[in-house]
């Protein structure tokens, strides 16, 4: 019996390297606070409305984030020094460890993958997986 795709997506989900509970028990960060961390750029402040428009939440989700990552320490947040309204974070210490961390086990995570896989298995999955992303996007 020929599986389906969408049955195959769910095992691969399924798989601890791509399940939400994996950054969960590794980092203590849910999928959101995950996207928000390796969405700054190391040494440079973004506002919340910045970070809502690269992580692809609302301003108020991407508050309730925000606020998340500055309680765990991963974010440093600023008050603007011309306008008191604005707002932006920064990673701190801890956040700057955290992502080198999550770096290291991706680039792990991708070498596995690519002695696993021969060059040309790897240029047919990527190009499998962007035409999937971009039909569910």
């Keep these: 019996m020929t599986e389906s795709i969408l049955n195959l997506i769910a095992n691969l989900k399924m798989n601890k390297i791509l399940d939400q509970e994996y950054m969960r028990v590794t980092c203590?960060?849910?999928?959101?606070?995950y996207?928000?961390?390796?969405?700054q750029e190391i040494g440079r402040e973004m506002t919340c409305y910045e970070m809502s428009q690269v992580i692809g939440l609302s301003p108020s989700r991407s508050s309730r984030v925000i606020d998340n990552l500055v309680r765990k320490g991963y974010f440093i947040r600023r008050i603007g020094t011309h306008d008191r309204r604005s707002v932006a974070v920064?990673?701190?210490?801890?956040g700057l460890e955290v992502k080198e961390r999550i770096r290291q086990n991706q680039k792990e995570l991708e070498y596995n993958l690519q002695k696993r896989f021969s060059d040309e298995e790897v240029k047919m999955i990527k190009i499998a997986l962007k035409i999937l992303l971009e039909y569910f996007d």
């Design 28 to 33: 203590n960060l849910s999928i959101a606070e």
């Design 90 to 94: 920064a990673l701190s210490e801890k």
């Design 35 to 39: 996207r928000g961390i390796m969405s």
